[in-house]
């Protein structure tokens, strides 16, 4: 597929059937996730990978209120069947150490000295390399937010290190359909020249 067709049709999935997935594109996915940039090539990421029913199974219990469970509405009821589920997580000590480091001329590990938070920015710059392959292999993905109740739960879960804070989270699947329909079928895509300013603001 061209790049601007993967492009074009990328877009948030929410409703997956059970077929499973070709661990060998999941392994692509991953593979491409490690080339996005990184700040100083920090590299301060790791992917949790859950691929098995067992795994994903356990990771909507870690993620989801009870009640949710047993009645799940249509998003929910949609995503479940997903059979991949891909956890991106950033390391802030990564960063920090980075540029305390000799090459990069600072000498203290302040967090003061980041405008933004880079570690979760590359992080999600890496979630939009497994979004873009998910396209480009014919399937469907979506990334989505874990609810803020619910992260300790989920790093206790899966041994996720205290050193790494997930960023979110990325279903994989075969596209079916119905499921929650999505904010593009409610609202338009501001134009190119709604958002960009040339020159000045």
Same mark, same amino acid.
């Given at each position: 597929?061209?790049?601007?067709?993967?492009?074009?049709?990328?877009?948030?999935?929410?409703?997956?059937?059970?077929?499973?997935?070709?661990?060998?594109?999941?392994?692509?996915?991953?593979?491409?996730?490690?080339?996005?940039?990184?700040?100083?090539?920090?590299?301060?990421?790791?992917?949790?990978?859950?691929?098995?029913?067992?795994?994903?199974?356990?990771?909507?219990?870690?993620?989801?209120?009870?009640?949710?469970?047993?009645?799940?509405?249509?998003?929910?009821?949609?995503?479940?069947?997903?059979?991949?589920?891909?956890?991106?997580?950033?390391?802030?000590?990564?960063?920090?150490?980075?540029?305390?480091?000799?090459?990069?001329?600072? %000498?203290?590990? *302040? $967090?003061?000295?980041?405008?933004?938070? +880079?570690?979760?920015?590359?992080?999600?710059? &890496? !979630? =939009?390399?497994?979004?873009? %392959?998910?396209? *480009? $292999?014919?399937?469907?993905?979506?990334? +989505?937010?874990?609810?803020?109740?619910?992260? &300790? !739960? =989920?790093?206790?879960?899966?041994?996720?290190? *205290?050193?790494?804070?997930?960023?979110?989270?990325?279903?994989?699947?075969?596209?079916?359909?119905?499921?929650?329909?999505?904010?593009?079928?409610?609202?338009?895509?501001?134009?190119?020249?709604?958002?960009?300013?040339?020159?000045?603001?």
């Amino acid at each position: 597929m061209e790049f601007i067709e993967v492009v074009r049709r990328r877009k948030m999935v929410r409703s997956y059937t059970e077929e499973p997935v070709d661990a060998a594109v999941v392994e692509r996915a991953l593979h491409n996730a490690t080339r996005a940039p990184s700040a100083g090539f920090s590299q301060g990421w790791g992917f949790l990978l859950l691929d098995t029913r067992e795994d994903v199974r356990r990771f909507w219990t870690a993620t989801s209120d009870e009640d949710d469970l047993t009645d799940p509405d249509d998003w929910l009821t949609g995503m479940v069947r997903a059979p991949v589920v891909v956890v991106p997580c950033s390391s802030k000590a990564a960063y920090l150490k980075r540029y305390a480091e000799q090459d990069k001329g600072w %000498t203290d590990e *302040d $967090e003061a000295r980041w405008p933004v938070p +880079f570690w979760h920015m590359d992080a999600a710059m &890496a !979630s =939009l390399l497994i979004l873009q %392959t998910a396209v *480009d $292999e014919g399937l469907g993905a979506c990334f +989505f937010g874990v609810p803020p109740e619910h992260v &300790a !739960s =989920l790093k206790e879960a899966f041994g996720i290190p *205290d050193a790494f804070d997930p960023v979110g989270a990325i279903t994989i699947g075969h596209p079916a359909t119905g499921g929650a329909a999505g904010s593009p079928t409610r609202r338009p895509r501001k134009a190119v020249d709604e958002v960009v300013h040339r020159g000045h603001w």
